[in-house]
């Protein structure tokens, strides 16, 4: 029986009832936040560039419709309620009032239309495929939009968040070619910090948007993103106290126990849910011996997930139990067995057509942890009787052998977006295995059957239906090994303790600082 | 002389040429480009942004129509556009070339005053103490990774004793002007700049300490002393003037050589220069951005190595210049 879903969203009371809030006392004003950035973004026009720096910087000054709680319960941004009909073809939005952006111009439901329906269907390429299923968007007034599906999709609730569906000014891109336009260099969104400065290798400057439609918020007053290029260099930026804020992934796994023990340091690995970044190794299906799936389970059997968690991870995320993280909707833990246990392996590799292969295996060239981990998985595959060659490469080499299909094994992780419909069946449809990127069905996993069930799930309009559906997605996939499953990765965000709330959201710290405030006692 | 220049400027053009085109084939040998670097930084795209971003940096044309857009642009100093920092690579390089010249021209001048001083210092009483710490601590420095002084460096004056700023260009946020801006920034400079200084120091001392030994047993040394000239003058005037045109022709050599250390103790401290910035470009295979880069460091190595000859003359007039 569907009803339809309704939520009051009250933003400002929630955030400031929150079990941190009430245990920290009463927000201060004021203060500057230095925090490390890296890379340093190729700009920060959201809409037209999407890696995770410039998610990270853009994101405060962009805002979407909805922000996600840990559980990835949508709350209001933009938004203060949403609809969502019966049949799941129709999504109402009403708009918070007096909201502006940052050039003083009303943001109305003229601008949420623009931004979906021509903006980011042009420029954005996860936005594109998610807009397939929009029949047409109205706005009946300035504060009002309706978004009319052509069938359920699902996830469709699941993507209003500054990364993926940024709210972008209709008066200063409408008519104009979105990539050159002069204002991507100055970007303006409708956020709680406005772009001062940019100094390309050294700092990007925000500053506070006094004009922001929360009374009070933001806290501080201004923010330094800090270029510096070198993971041992952020770690020492941090020690002498030129930044509070390392955001996941910033140092060396190795440096996260010497940083963590440091004096009025907190260390957080929550704010990933949505991303949900799940490692695996792409097992390349083509090649003889991986098409036989003897030899795929006796690799997955075969590797120490657990010593690869502890030692190369300091403990921080959980080993996989398939191709969902357990963040993700729809997660399911009771899949096929897939422990290590090198015994089994030996087993199932004598029974297998394995007869002495050597084996590539492409590394990720993102640090030091990575090509560790690449030695540790040689070692496990080498002690069941593998041979098996590191393939070393940089990273637009790696983009390039992973999108060629030129290799036997690689090491990835990727994001899954809070929904199996979003980040995960990209991986496994059997259609979407042309060479030509590194980041659909890479493996080239062929079986008809999850195929028909994933197109049918994510079109269902009961969350019920869908949770069976992909019940069953997960233990086919599981028992066919397709890839090997590594760890749900735990990226810590690092701070000073007496910086309040940088973590509040299933984005983290993407979701832009609007909660936080420094401790200056 | 003017016509020794002249030519050699002349020469300087060919060779740059030549070198762009050796550049352009070598980089796009090598895999991935960089519309596929910026979407997989994305974690996800479709063919149609792919073939877009590819249509707007111009890779979906041929090679040799690329490399002819790319030297017709060369040629009027047009150095084309950066896809991935979506600024002019001339504008780019101009940002962050006075940086590099700075912490090169700081750290090359300290070299080798500091080098050859030490070099005359240990040579004066051969094999005495003093002789031998200056020429074990040369050792030292010389054998010693640059990555790992620079982190040292970085640890011990930075983190444990707190001195020195251990990264990044001026203090970020301070709006310091004027004389305070450039005490700050010297500040900044002290780390990076002896880092990259200490090799090239030790090569320059153990250099002059060798040349020195060596004139100081020719005859006309002898000749010097037997006509009873003062220790001090003969040092300067006789061995030390003759010593240093070997020192002279690898210190020309390795003003193009410090821009390869600059790479990476730029990238240890956070400087903001073209070294890092080529690092950087060669990562995401921001082509234009490391052609731009190469030209531009070429066109200074030749143009080093020119005045180094020049130098020889006004040190030794006994060398003529041909071009």
């Known amino acids: 029986m569907l009803r339809p879903i309704k939520f009051a969203a009250a933003a400002l009371a929630l955030a400031l009832a929150g079990p941190l809030a009430a245990q920290d006392g009463e927000p201060q004003s004021g203060g500057t936040l230095n925090v490390v950035i890296q890379p340093e973004p190729p700009g920060l026009m959201i809409g037209l560039i999407q890696n995770g720096p410039t998610q990270m910087v853009a994101g405060d000054i962009y805002e979407s419709l909805l922000r996600y709680d840990h559980d990835l319960t949508p709350n209001g941004q933009l938004a203060t309620s949403w609809e969502i009909s019966e049949d799941g073809k129709t999504y109402t939005f009403k708009l918070r009032e007096g909201v502006k952006f940052h050039d003083g111009e009303d943001f109305t439901s003229e601008d949420v239309k623009f931004s979906m329906d021509v903006f980011l269907r042009e420029s954005h390429s996860r936005m594109r495929t998610y807009m397939e299923h929009v029949e047409s968007i109205d706005t009946p007034d300035d504060l009002t939009v309706v978004f009319n599906l052509k069938q359920p999709f699902g996830p469709f609730i699941g993507i209003f968040e500054p990364g993926t569906a940024p709210m972008i000014p209709k008066h200063i891109y409408e008519g104009t070619d979105f990539a050159n336009n002069p204002a991507n260099n100055t970007p303006i969104g409708t956020g709680p910090f406005k772009f001062d400065e940019w100094s390309r290798g050294s700092f990007i400057h925000l500053v506070k948007n006094d004009d922001y439609y929360m009374e009070g918020k933001p806290y501080v007053d201004d923010i330094y993103y800090h270029v510096i290029p070198d993971a041992a260099s952020r770690a020492v930026a941090y020690e002498t106290g030129k930044v509070d804020v390392l955001p996941g992934g910033s140092i060396e796994n190795f440096d996260v126990p010497r940083v963590r023990e440091m004096e009025n340091t907190c260390i957080t690995d929550k704010g990933w849910e949505y991303f949900g970044p799940l490692s695996w190794i792409w097992i390349n299906n083509d090649n003889k011996p991986l098409d036989d799936v003897k030899v795929r389970q006796a690799m997955m059997h075969a590797i120490d997930r657990d010593f690869a968690k502890d030692a190369l991870w300091n403990g921080l995320g959980k080993v996989a139990t398939g191709p969902l993280s357990s963040s993700t909707r729809f997660w399911d833990g009771d899949t096929p067995d897939i422990s290590y246990d090198p015994e089994k392996a030996k087993a199932l590799l004598a029974e297998s057509s394995y007869g002495g292969e050597t084996i590539r295996l492409l590394g990720l060239p993102y640090g030091e942890t990575w090509q560790r981990w690449a030695e540790a998985v040689k070692q496990n595959l080498t002690e069941i009787g593998m041979t098996v060659d590191i393939v070393p490469s940089d990273v637009a080499g790696w983009n390039q052998k992973v999108s060629d299909r030129d290799f036997d094994l690689a090491f990835t992780y990727l994001y899954q977006y809070g929904d199996p419909a979003l980040g995960v069946s990209r991986t496994y449809m059997g259609d979407n295995a042309a060479p030509g990127s590194p980041w659909n069905n890479v493996a080239n996993y062929q079986n008809a059957e999850t195929d028909k069930m994933f197109d049918e799930a994510a079109l269902m309009a009961n969350p019920e239906d869908r949770k069976a559906a992909y019940k069953k997605i997960q233990d086919q996939i599981v028992s066919d090994v397709p890839n090997l499953w590594l760890l749900e990765l735990g990226f810590p965000t690092i701070y000073r303790c007496n910086i309040k709330n940088p973590v509040n959201t299933a984005f983290g710290v993407n979701d832009g600082f609007r909660d936080v405030w420094i401790d200056q006692k | ?323």
Do not use: C
Request: charged residues 15%; hydrophobic residues 55%.
């Open chain 2, 1 to 323: 002389m003017v016509r020794f220049i002249l030519g050699r400027l002349v020469k300087a053009v060919f060779i740059l040429l030549a070198i762009l085109v050796f550049n352009f084939l070598l980089i796009h040998a090598a895999p991935g480009d960089p519309a596929a670097v910026m979407a997989g930084e994305a974690g996800a795209a479709d063919e149609k942004f792919l073939a877009d971003l590819r249509a707007r940096f111009g890779l979906d044309q041929p090679l040799y129509v690329q490399l002819w857009i790319y030297i017709k642009g060369a040629v009027q100093l047009d150095l084309g556009y950066s896809f991935r920092q979506q600024m002019p690579v001339a504008e780019l390089i101009g940002d962050r070339l006075p940086a590099t010249l700075l912490l090169t021209g700081v750290a090359f001048i300290l070299s080798l005053v500091l080098g050859v001083i030490a070099g005359v210092a240990a040579s004066a009483r051969q094999g005495s103490w003093g002789d031998t710490i200056i020429s074990t601590l040369a050792l030292l420095f010389y054998a010693t990774p640059l990555f790992w002084v620079a982190l040292m460096a970085a640890l011990v004056f930075s983190v444990w004793l707190g001195w020195l700023p251990g990264f990044g260009y001026s203090t970020i946020g301070a709006g310091y002007t004027g004389m305070a801006h450039v005490l700050d920034v010297a500040k900044h400079l002290i780390l990076p700049a002896s880092t990259l200084g200490l090799f090239f120091m030790a090569i320059y001392m153990r250099m002059t300490r060798a040349s020195m030994l060596e004139v100081s047993r020719l005859d006309f040394v002898k000749t010097a002393r037997a006509k009873g000239l003062k220790r001090s003058v003969i040092q300067r005037r006789h061995i030390l003037r003759n010593a240093l045109l070997p020192v002279i022709t690898l210190a020309g050599l390795q003003a193009g050589q410090i821009f390869g250390g600059a790479i990476l103790t730029e990238t240890v401290f956070a400087w903001p220069g073209i070294g890092r910035l080529m690092f950087e470009a060669i990562n995401q295979r921001d082509y234009n951005v490391i052609l731009g880069v190469f030209y531009i460091s070429a066109a200074m190595v030749l143009l080093f190595n020119l005045i180094t000859d020049v130098v020889y003359v006004i040190v030794d007039p006994r060398i003529r210049l041909t071009a």
